[in-house]
Every structure is written in structure tokens, then in C-alpha cells.
């Protein structure tokens, strides 16, 4: 099959940039059926900022206040604990879940 270089819009900043044919036979290559949505700067901007929620930077965990039910302990949990299920501190859960 045979690629042309094509002129193809960003979705993110609007501005027109060139789909190679380079990067048409690598996209064929590895499968992929759709054309880039974005330039090659707006990628590399949302990949930067992807990276940066994944190493925990700019995400902080919503925790709730528990007492464990089985030692009493006062514990934070990840999850808004509810009356009908028992909720315990890393030291009890560990010793309790079921090993795989």
C-alpha cells in the first residue's frame, strides 16, 4: 500500500500538521488504523503530563478516618467506610486476606 504525506488537524490546539509517510508505514506497522488526533508537541505535552500524574506528583488520594474492627485501632482507609461492612488497619488486613 502506498502512503502520501497528509495534512491533518490537531484536535487540541488546531493547528495543521503533516501525518508522513514515515509515520503512516510505522502506524501500519504496529497495527494502529486511526491517524494521530494531535501534533507532535500536544503529544508530547499530554505524555509529559500523563508521566507526572503517574509518579504521584500532582495526585493526592482521597483517605477517610477508620477504626479498625478487629484491634480498635484508629486507621485511614481509601474509601468511605460503610456501617454494614468491618474495616481494618494494614496490620489486621494483612493477617487476615486470603493468600494467593
Known amino acids: 500500500m502506498g502512503f502520501t504525506d497528509k495534512n491533518v488537524m490537531c484536535a487540541d490546539c488546531n493547528k495543521e500538521f503533516v501525518f508522513s509517510t514515515t509515520e503512516q508505514e510505522f502506524y501500519a506497522s504496529k497495527g494502529f488504523t486511526n491517524e494521530p ?19 504521584g506528583q500532582s495526585y493526592q488520594r482521597q483517605m477517610y478516618p477508620a477504626q479498625c474492627a478487629q ?18 488497619c494494614s496490620d489486621c488486613y494483612n493477617t487476615i486476606k486470603p493468600r494467593r
Do not use: I, L
Not at 37 to 55: E, I, W
Not at 71 to 88: H, I, L, M, N, S
Open 37 to 55: 488526533k494531535r501534533c507532535p508537541d500536544c503529544r508530547q505535552a499530554r505524555k509529559s503530563s500523563r508521566d507526572s500524574n503517574r509518579s
Open 71 to 88: 484491634c480498635g485501632k484508629q486507621t485511614e482507609v481509601p474509601f468511605e467506610p460503610r456501617q454494614d461492612k468491618p474495616v481494618y
